[in-house]
């Protein structure tokens, strides 16, 4: 493997650097490589699997995430990196042991992210108010014209100099309301000018959270004790997190001895009482489910309440 090809020199951080590595072989016969490891999980070889003619030579592409790799020395504004890869030979000639090479760069980091990246938490579904959320940026490079951007379908961007702390400045960041459930991620990305009077290239920023429903259950789990057949009361609230209206369309369960019944109602809650009788003789989870609809939004989802019977029974003891 040719030295430079193994050291990318001098990088502005990003989370998709691309470096390409000349793989050559010395055999007289094709080598097939069935993967490629890597010592660190921001590390991704392309193609994964490949073989290399004999005396010839294929191409292989590192994607480096120096973004998340940066968080490890986040205050340095030029740091070190080092990532080994090595090819997964199927059949290796005798006496011969695969490769390993140490790819090695610099990366330039121009600001100081406090928290290095943003974490929404928890996000309720079809928010109309979301929650703004604020990020300290200090810069490490001398900086003028500090912008920062994100699509307008994941949010807006704030940005505003701290007048106690020269060049350093406070971006805050309002998402969008999100009408899905599940895992969301977007990147903000800052963009300036250099001393030398250079563009600097767009910084990102990450920012993620869990869209869940607006509606939930507290308690969402209920244990229930007591002898087979012995009568249960337990209450449970549906809560809006956001403290919007909302109705409840339809609720059932699983099973026979669990009724469910309405128990009372205020803005942004309600009430209801489960009831019934034990009658497993051993442990059993029993799901109620509540058909909940925003008054703004036509749409209807599940809310689940998982009711834990745990049967006790009397034991004898012979004398």
Not at 121 to 134: I, L, S
């Amino acid at each position: 493997m040719p030295r430079l090809a193994l050291d990318f020199g001098e990088v502005w951080v990003t989370p998709d650097f691309r470096w390409k590595l000349p793989v050559r072989n010395l055999t007289d016969r094709p080598v097939e490589v069935v993967g490629v490891e890597s010592s660190c999980t921001c590390t991704v070889a392309e193609p994964r699997k490949f073989t290399v003619p004999a005396r010839g030579v294929c191409e292989l592409e590192l994607r480096l995430n120096l973004a998340a790799a940066d968080r490890q020395d986040a205050a340095s504004a030029l740091r070190g990196v080092a990532v080994e890869v090595a090819p997964i030979v199927k059949a290796l000639p005798e006496g011969m042991r695969a490769p390993r090479w140490r790819i090695t760069g610099k990366v330039r980091s121009p600001f100081l992210f406090t928290p290095t990246a943003l974490s929404l938490g928890e996000v309720a579904m079809d928010d109309p108010a979301p929650a703004a959320h604020t990020v300290r940026v200090e810069c490490l490079w001398q900086v003028s014209d500090l912008q920062a951007h994100c699509h307008r379908d994941d949010g807006e961007v704030r940005l505003r100099k701290l007048a106690d702390r020269p060049g350093d400045y406070e971006l805050t960041v309002v998402p969008r309301s999100f009408d899905t459930p599940g895992y969301v991620e977007f990147f903000v990305t800052l963009t300036g000018t250099l001393a030398d009077g250079s563009s600097m290239p767009a910084i990102p920023y990450q920012v993620a959270g869990q869209v869940v429903p607006d509606v939930r259950a507290e308690p969402s789990i209920i244990i229930v004790t007591g002898a087979p057949g012995e009568r249960f009361e337990r209450e449970v609230s549906l809560v809006s997190r956001t403290g919007r209206g909302f109705v409840v369309v339809d609720s059932s369960c699983a099973g026979e001895s669990l009724k469910i019944t309405p128990a009372g109602e205020s803005p942004g809650r309600a009430v209801y009482k489960l009831t019934g009788a034990i009658e497993a003789t051993q442990f059993k989870a029993t799901p109620a489910r509540f058909q909940v609809r925003s008054q703004e939004n036509g749409e209807a989802y599940d809310v689940s309440v998982t009711v834990v019977f745990q049967p006790q029974t009397e034991t004898r003891h012979e004398k």
